[in-house]
Protein backbone atom coordinates (compact mmCIF):
# COMPACT_ATOMS: atom_id res chain seq x y z
CA UNK A 1 0.00 0.00 0.00
CA UNK A 2 3.09 2.23 0.60
CA UNK A 3 3.78 1.94 -3.41
CA UNK A 4 0.19 4.16 -3.74
CA UNK A 5 0.37 6.45 -0.71
CA UNK A 6 -0.47 9.85 -1.67
CA UNK A 7 -1.41 8.83 -5.65
CA UNK A 8 -4.06 10.33 -7.98
CA UNK A 9 -6.13 8.09 -10.23
CA UNK A 10 -8.09 9.96 -12.45
CA UNK A 11 -9.26 7.83 -15.13
CA UNK A 12 -11.41 9.70 -16.94
CA UNK A 13 -8.39 12.68 -17.32
CA UNK A 14 -6.06 9.79 -18.62
CA UNK A 15 -8.95 8.76 -21.26
CA UNK A 16 -9.07 12.76 -22.07
CA UNK A 17 -5.21 13.39 -22.25
CA UNK A 18 -5.51 10.62 -25.10
CA UNK A 19 -7.76 12.15 -27.49
CA UNK A 20 -6.42 14.20 -30.47
CA UNK A 21 -6.62 18.03 -29.93
CA UNK A 22 -6.56 17.43 -26.21
CA UNK A 23 -5.46 20.55 -23.76
CA UNK A 24 -4.87 21.73 -20.18
CA UNK A 25 -7.21 23.95 -18.70
CA UNK A 26 -6.26 28.20 -20.16
CA UNK A 27 -7.67 31.03 -19.19
CA UNK A 28 -9.02 32.92 -21.51
CA UNK A 29 -9.63 36.28 -20.18
CA UNK A 30 -6.39 38.18 -21.75
CA UNK A 31 -7.89 37.19 -25.01
CA UNK A 32 -11.38 37.99 -24.51
CA UNK A 33 -10.93 41.44 -23.16
CA UNK A 34 -8.80 41.86 -26.88
CA UNK A 35 -12.51 41.66 -28.12
CA UNK A 36 -14.80 43.56 -25.74
CA UNK A 37 -15.62 47.42 -25.95
CA UNK A 38 -13.46 49.78 -23.26
CA UNK A 39 -16.08 49.61 -20.58
CA UNK A 40 -15.95 46.25 -19.78
CA UNK A 41 -16.16 44.91 -16.57
CA UNK A 42 -13.74 42.55 -14.75
CA UNK A 43 -13.96 41.20 -11.14
CA UNK A 44 -11.37 38.91 -9.39
CA UNK A 45 -11.94 37.56 -6.23
CA UNK A 46 -8.84 35.22 -4.10
CA UNK A 47 -11.05 34.56 -1.02
CA UNK A 48 -13.19 32.13 -3.38
CA UNK A 49 -11.25 30.34 -5.06
CA UNK A 50 -10.42 26.89 -5.91
CA UNK A 51 -7.66 25.05 -5.78
CA UNK A 52 -5.46 28.45 -5.32
CA UNK A 53 -7.53 29.82 -8.70
CA UNK A 54 -9.15 33.12 -7.91
CA UNK A 55 -12.83 33.52 -9.12
CA UNK A 56 -12.53 35.69 -12.12
CA UNK A 57 -15.95 36.91 -13.58
CA UNK A 58 -15.92 38.75 -17.35
CA UNK A 59 -18.41 40.50 -18.60
CA UNK A 60 -19.18 43.44 -21.85
CA UNK A 61 -20.11 43.92 -24.85
CA UNK A 62 -18.58 43.32 -28.10
CA UNK A 63 -18.53 45.59 -31.47
CA UNK A 64 -21.40 47.51 -29.60
CA UNK A 65 -24.21 44.36 -30.01
CA UNK A 66 -22.84 41.14 -28.39
CA UNK A 67 -23.26 41.15 -24.62
CA UNK A 68 -20.64 38.90 -23.32
CA UNK A 69 -20.38 36.91 -19.80
CA UNK A 70 -17.59 34.29 -18.56
CA UNK A 71 -16.35 32.81 -15.58
CA UNK A 72 -13.50 30.50 -14.82
CA UNK A 73 -15.33 28.32 -12.17
CA UNK A 74 -18.40 28.84 -10.31
CA UNK A 75 -18.73 30.32 -6.88
CA UNK A 76 -20.98 33.56 -8.12
CA UNK A 77 -23.99 33.04 -5.72
CA UNK A 78 -21.72 32.94 -2.91
CA UNK A 79 -20.05 36.12 -4.17
CA UNK A 80 -23.12 38.11 -5.39
CA UNK A 81 -25.01 37.36 -1.64
CA UNK A 82 -21.91 38.45 0.08
CA UNK A 83 -23.46 41.11 2.45
CA UNK A 84 -19.10 42.41 2.12
CA UNK A 85 -17.80 44.41 -1.27
CA UNK A 86 -15.98 42.18 -3.52
CA UNK A 87 -15.18 42.65 -7.44
CA UNK A 88 -17.79 39.80 -8.70
CA UNK A 89 -21.09 41.60 -7.37
CA UNK A 90 -20.36 44.71 -9.70
CA UNK A 91 -19.69 42.25 -12.85
CA UNK A 92 -22.61 40.47 -11.92
CA UNK A 93 -25.13 43.17 -11.23
CA UNK A 94 -24.06 44.61 -14.93
CA UNK A 95 -24.73 41.14 -16.56
CA UNK A 96 -27.93 40.67 -15.09
CA UNK A 97 -28.89 44.50 -15.38
CA UNK A 98 -28.53 44.27 -19.17
CA UNK A 99 -30.21 41.29 -19.09
CA UNK A 100 -32.90 42.38 -17.42
CA UNK A 101 -33.80 45.18 -19.57
CA UNK A 102 -31.90 44.29 -23.05
CA UNK A 103 -30.55 47.46 -25.01
CA UNK A 104 -31.58 47.52 -28.43
CA UNK A 105 -28.52 47.95 -30.05
CA UNK A 106 -27.93 43.81 -28.69
CA UNK A 107 -28.35 41.34 -31.25
CA UNK A 108 -26.92 38.31 -29.18
CA UNK A 109 -25.49 36.81 -26.33
CA UNK A 110 -22.48 35.05 -25.68
CA UNK A 111 -22.03 32.59 -22.29
CA UNK A 112 -18.61 31.48 -22.45
CA UNK A 113 -17.72 28.43 -19.87
CA UNK A 114 -14.37 26.77 -21.64
CA UNK A 115 -11.91 25.78 -18.97
CA UNK A 116 -14.65 26.26 -15.94
CA UNK A 117 -14.22 23.11 -13.88
CA UNK A 118 -17.53 23.80 -11.95
CA UNK A 119 -18.34 24.85 -8.11
CA UNK A 120 -21.45 25.82 -6.36
CA UNK A 121 -24.52 24.26 -7.42
CA UNK A 122 -26.85 27.05 -6.06
CA UNK A 123 -24.96 28.83 -9.42
CA UNK A 124 -27.05 27.12 -11.70
CA UNK A 125 -30.12 29.12 -10.68
CA UNK A 126 -28.38 32.45 -10.54
CA UNK A 127 -27.05 32.58 -13.91
CA UNK A 128 -29.43 30.25 -15.97
CA UNK A 129 -32.37 31.33 -14.13
CA UNK A 130 -31.44 35.01 -15.73
CA UNK A 131 -32.75 33.69 -19.20
CA UNK A 132 -35.82 32.72 -18.54
CA UNK A 133 -39.52 33.36 -16.45
CA UNK A 134 -41.02 29.80 -15.83
CA UNK A 135 -39.21 26.74 -14.43
CA UNK A 136 -37.15 24.85 -16.99
CA UNK A 137 -36.87 21.14 -17.18
CA UNK A 138 -33.53 19.91 -18.40
CA UNK A 139 -33.09 16.97 -17.60
CA UNK A 140 -33.59 14.29 -14.24
CA UNK A 141 -31.17 13.75 -11.45
CA UNK A 142 -30.92 11.22 -8.72
CA UNK A 143 -28.72 10.79 -5.03
CA UNK A 144 -26.96 8.19 -3.39
CA UNK A 145 -29.35 6.52 -0.42
CA UNK A 146 -26.83 4.22 0.95
CA UNK A 147 -23.47 2.22 0.95
CA UNK A 148 -24.38 -0.07 -2.06
CA UNK A 149 -23.54 0.04 -5.34
CA UNK A 150 -27.11 0.56 -6.70
CA UNK A 151 -28.46 2.23 -3.90
CA UNK A 152 -29.77 5.47 -5.77
CA UNK A 153 -32.97 7.80 -4.97
CA UNK A 154 -35.44 7.09 -8.12
CA UNK A 155 -34.96 9.60 -11.12
CA UNK A 156 -36.09 13.05 -10.12
CA UNK A 157 -36.81 15.78 -13.10
CA UNK A 158 -34.19 18.82 -12.57
CA UNK A 159 -35.19 22.30 -13.05
CA UNK A 160 -33.95 25.72 -13.32
CA UNK A 161 -35.58 27.75 -11.16
CA UNK A 162 -36.47 31.83 -12.57
CA UNK A 163 -34.69 34.79 -10.89
CA UNK A 164 -36.72 37.54 -9.16
CA UNK A 165 -36.99 39.75 -12.04
CA UNK A 166 -35.65 37.61 -14.83
CA UNK A 167 -37.35 37.54 -18.08
CA UNK A 168 -37.29 35.00 -21.03
CA UNK A 169 -34.36 35.48 -23.23
CA UNK A 170 -35.33 35.22 -27.15
CA UNK A 171 -32.23 36.83 -29.05
CA UNK A 172 -30.04 34.69 -30.25
CA UNK A 173 -27.52 32.81 -27.34
CA UNK A 174 -24.14 30.80 -28.50
CA UNK A 175 -22.48 28.64 -25.87
CA UNK A 176 -18.99 28.28 -25.39
CA UNK A 177 -17.24 25.43 -23.46
CA UNK A 178 -13.91 23.75 -24.08
CA UNK A 179 -12.89 19.42 -23.36
CA UNK A 180 -12.37 21.16 -19.63
CA UNK A 181 -15.68 22.41 -19.13
CA UNK A 182 -16.85 20.33 -16.20
CA UNK A 183 -19.24 19.78 -13.59
CA UNK A 184 -21.32 22.24 -13.16
CA UNK A 185 -20.42 23.90 -16.16
CA UNK A 186 -21.60 21.12 -18.16
CA UNK A 187 -24.87 21.60 -16.54
CA UNK A 188 -24.87 25.45 -17.63
CA UNK A 189 -24.89 24.38 -21.04
CA UNK A 190 -27.36 21.36 -20.96
CA UNK A 191 -29.29 23.48 -19.08
CA UNK A 192 -29.26 26.51 -21.69
CA UNK A 193 -28.97 24.30 -24.62
CA UNK A 194 -33.00 23.20 -23.68
CA UNK A 195 -33.74 26.92 -24.63
CA UNK A 196 -34.86 26.86 -28.85
CA UNK A 197 -32.41 30.04 -29.14
CA UNK A 198 -28.87 28.36 -27.67
CA UNK A 199 -26.13 27.12 -30.02
CA UNK A 200 -23.32 25.58 -28.59
CA UNK A 201 -20.05 25.86 -29.97
CA UNK A 202 -17.11 23.54 -28.61
CA UNK A 203 -15.41 20.41 -27.64
Same mark, same amino acid.
Not at 21 to 41: A, M
Not at 55 to 64: N, P, R
Not at 177 to 186: G, H, P, Q, T
Given at each position: ?????????????????? !?????????????????????? %??????? /??? *??? #?????????????? =? =?SSNHFSLYK??????????? #???????? !??????????????? %??? *? &?????????????????? $??? =???? &????????????????? =??? $? &???????????????? /? %?????? !??????????? /?????? !?
Amino acid at each position: SRSIADSIVYPSFIRKHK !EPGFHFPYTYFSIDTNYLDKNY %VLGVDNI /NSI *NGV #PLTVLSGVIAGKIL =F =FSSNHFSLYKSYKSLGANSIK #PVLQYFFN !ELSDLPSNIRGIIID %VRS *N &QGGDLSDLNLLVGHFIDK $PLH =FGYT &QSKSGNGRLDYTPWIKA =FVN $P &QLGAKKITIPIVVLAD /N %VSASLS !EAVVMALKVLS /NVRFVG !E
